[in-house]
Nanobody
C-alpha cells in the first residue's frame, strides 16, 4: 500500500514557475510507476507526465514538453514535477498517482494510488 501527499501548488503569472512534490510512504518509489495528471473545471482528468517503474523511462504530454520536468528522489522517496514557462491553460488541480503493476499508462483508471490534489492557477 502507498500513500501520496502533494504540495507546491499556488498562484503565479504566465511565464512563472512552480515545483510540485509528491511524498510517498509505503513501497519505495522505484517499485512503481509514478504519474502526474491535471483536471480543469468541467473537463476530464488529463495525463501530464510519468516515470515508469524499473528502468524509469520518462514520458510527457505534448502540451508540456520542453516546459515541465518529472523526476524522483529515491533517498527522500519523493516525486517532483518542475513546471516552467507556465501558461494560463495550465491552470488545473494537479494530482500525483502511482501504480505497482503498469509499466506506463496515460489513463487515470490504470493508477491505484492518488494524492489529494493541489491547485495551480496561472494568471495572464
Amino acid at each position: 500500500q502507498v500513500q501520496l501527499v502533494e504540495s507546491g501548488g499556488g498562484l503565479v503569472q504566465a511565464g512563472g514557475s512552480l515545483r510540485l512534490s509528491c511524498a510517498a510512504s509505503g513501497r519505495a518509489v522505484s517499485r512503481y510507476t509514478m504519474g502526474w495528471f491535471r483536471q480543469a473545471p468541467g473537463k476530464e482528468r488529463e495525463f501530464v507526465a510519468a516515470i515508469s517503474r524499473g528502468a524509469g523511462s520518462i514520458y510527457y504530454a505534448d502540451s508540456v514538453k520542453s516546459r515541465f520536468t518529472i523526476s524522483r528522489d529515491y533517498a527522500k522517496n519523493t516525486g517532483y514535477l518542475q513546471m516552467d514557462s507556465l501558461k494560463p491553460e495550465d491552470t488545473a488541480v494537479y494530482y500525483c498517482a502511482a501504480d505497482g503493476t503498469v509499466m506506463f499508462s496515460r489513463s487515470p483508471s490504470d493508477y491505484v494510488y492518488w494524492g489529494q490534489g493541489t491547485q495551480v492557477t496561472v494568471s495572464s
